[in-house]
């Protein structure tokens, strides 16, 4: 290029602008031929063309140059092309990254909004909902309110229909008052005769019913003696009763709590009846807990307490009265049951002691015998064969607080065997008669084994007992009299068939309770269901009725049987 700015600068001409512009792409480079000016016709063309071709050629590798001299970079390298490659990559990533939040923004709108649609249906849906059941509501009460509406018009009806009646055919004055049960008739009307009072019904108002007329005033309740002015009314015996004056009278009431019975599902009156006392109470008290008395078996009324035992038993006042609380207080009754078996001649010989005791020491003295027969739901006597130790009531306990009783004195008693009996034992705090029925019960369980009797079958065992004590009973209902006549056969022997001598009860003149409670006592035995207590004592019964004492007892001697 020097030779050229040789030739340049030894030459007038000149470029026109003192330099060539050039333009370059990335794709390929296109030059821009010099203008030279008018002045260089001189130059042999050749020899400047020749230059000119050598002079591009050098530029390929030349930085070109700017207006001051400075160098201008104009060569991009494979660098800046990957660069830019990068770039637009990223670029496209941005987009997409961004193009992918937008879906994501548009899609959680969309979800938010099916939401709140989704709510919005609901909450239209309870409201259609509420709002039917507001029209349902009003219907139903529409309806009961026509119900009632036909129900007051027909009563009205009736009730017209038995003024119109009680009128004879006449018609209501126009000073009838509507208001009134009983209508003011103004004008004349036949002569009645009031069925109450007998006095003669002028002009005013009267009733007709039970087949006759009646002045108002005249028209009472059987019960409480006052005018029934209601429209409706019971009747009893051909006696008018308020409706409510005839269910105190006539409705039963539950001898435990005292309330009306209730009706069961059906409408009925249902209740419990105890077969003896026919002690009226709601089926209901039979689940609820109410206690009984043990002796008698009749329910605690809620007005009245019983009087609670040692062992946990409830023993009702009237059976209190008469009840036997200690071994030494049950003493008399016992030398009685002994001499009610020598008037039927069969006197035991030996002294067998005899215990009253509580129910644990009842239970454990029964675990602790090998022989012998129980088959009550609570066994209240016991015939003892075996030795042990029993602890017995020894003094009577007193009533405490809350009719508890206290300071129960008790000692135990070593039982030794002397014969085939050692001890009878009796549960404490049962009336008089009780106790001597259950005495009754064990002795002919002790003259059985002290006579030689072979171990019988339960029904035979305990039905003779049964019958024995049954006995003792009837003995003590005919207290007073002289002579009890046994039953017996024409073959019987006279001895069984002799009239045995029943003395006085000790206890002197008994309540009427006491009766009815002995009569109890009996009813329990003969309505017993068991098969060896109820069958056997039946199957006994009818023997000695039918053969007498004496017969029956050897045939079951001799064969274990009854006659």
């Not at 009306?260 to 006392?277: K, M, Q, S, V």
Request: net charge negative; glycine share 6%.
């Amino acid at each position: 290029m020097g030779w050229l700015t040789k030739i340049l600068k030894g030459s007038s001409r000149k470029y026109s602008d003192g330099q060539a512009n050039r333009r370059y792409s990335r794709e390929d480079r296109s030059v821009d031929t010099p203008r030279y000016s008018a002045e260089g016709s001189d130059f042999d063309k050749e020899e400047i063309e020749c230059a000119i071709a050598l002079s591009l050629s050098e530029q390929e590798h030349v930085i070109p140059q700017d207006d001051k001299g400075k160098k201008v970079i104009e060569h991009i390298s494979e660098t800046e092309e990957d660069d830019d490659e990068d770039e637009e990559d990223e670029d496209e990533d941005e987009e997409e990254y961004t193009r992918a939040q937008v879906e994501a923004a548009e899609e959680e709108e969309k979800k938010v909004a099916q939401a709140q649609i989704e709510e919005e249906e609901k909450r239209r849906a309870e409201a259609e909902l509420e709002e039917l059941e507001k029209q349902l509501a009003k219907a139903r009460l529409e309806e009961e309110e026509a119900r009632r509406a036909k129900a007051q018009l027909e009563e009205d009806e009736q009730l017209a229909k038995a003024l119109q009646e009680s009128m004879n055919g006449g018609s209501p004055p126009p000073g009838y008052d509507s208001g009134s049960v009983f209508p003011s008739y103004p004008f004349l009307v036949p002569s009645r005769i009031c069925t109450g009072c007998r006095a003669e019904i002028g002009h005013g108002r009267f009733l007709s019913c039970m087949g006759g007329v009646w002045h108002p005033e005249c028209f009472c309740c059987h019960a409480c003696d006052k005018p029934i002015i209601d429209y409706e009314f019971s009747m009893s015996g051909n006696r008018p009763y308020h409706k409510l004056c005839y269910k105190e009278q006539h409705h039963p009431k539950c001898d435990v709590c005292h309330n009306f019975i209730p009706t069961n599902p059906a409408g009925l009156i249902e209740y419990r009846a105890h077969p003896f006392w026919m002690q009226k109470y709601c089926p209901s008290h039979e689940r609820d807990g109410t206690p009984r008395c043990c002796s008698c078996e009749r329910m605690e009324p809620k007005d009245t307490k019983y009087l609670i035992l040692d062992d946990g038993r409830k023993l009702c006042l009237e059976c209190l009265d008469s009840a036997i609380m200690d071994t030494h207080e049950c003493q008399p009754l016992y030398l009685e049951i002994r001499e009610f078996y020598e008037g039927l001649h069969m006197k035991v010989e030996q002294q067998i002691p005899m215990l009253l005791v509580e129910r644990s020491a009842l239970n454990e003295a029964m675990e602790g015998e090998k022989h012998g027969h129980h088959h009550l739901p609570e066994t209240r006597g016991l015939c003892l064969s075996e030795e042990q130790t029993v602890t017995t009531v020894l003094r009577r306990p007193k009533i405490g607080a809350g009719y508890k009783l206290i300071d129960m004195i008790t000692e135990p008693c070593r039982l030794v065997r002397r014969c085939e009996v050692t001890a009878i034992l009796i549960l404490y705090g049962l009336p008089r008669l009780l106790t001597g029925s259950i005495l009754a019960h064990e002795m002919m369980h002790a003259w059985l084994r002290l006579n030689g009797y072979p171990n019988l079958r339960p029904e035979v065992e305990e039905g003779i007992c049964q019958v024995l004590a049954h006995m003792w009973l009837e003995s003590e209902t005919y207290a007073g009299s002289t002579l009890i006549d046994i039953p017996s056969s024409s073959s019987a022997s006279s001895s069984s068939a002799a009239a045995v001598a029943i003395a006085s009860s000790k206890k002197g003149e008994r309540s009427d309770f006491e009766k009815k409670l002995g009569e109890f006592f009996k009813h329990q035995i003969e309505s017993d269901s068991s098969s060896a207590y109820g069958d056997g004592f039946r199957q006994g019964n009818q023997a000695v009725l039918t053969h007498g004492l004496k017969r029956t007892l050897d045939h079951i001697r001799l064969t274990g049987t009854f006659p």
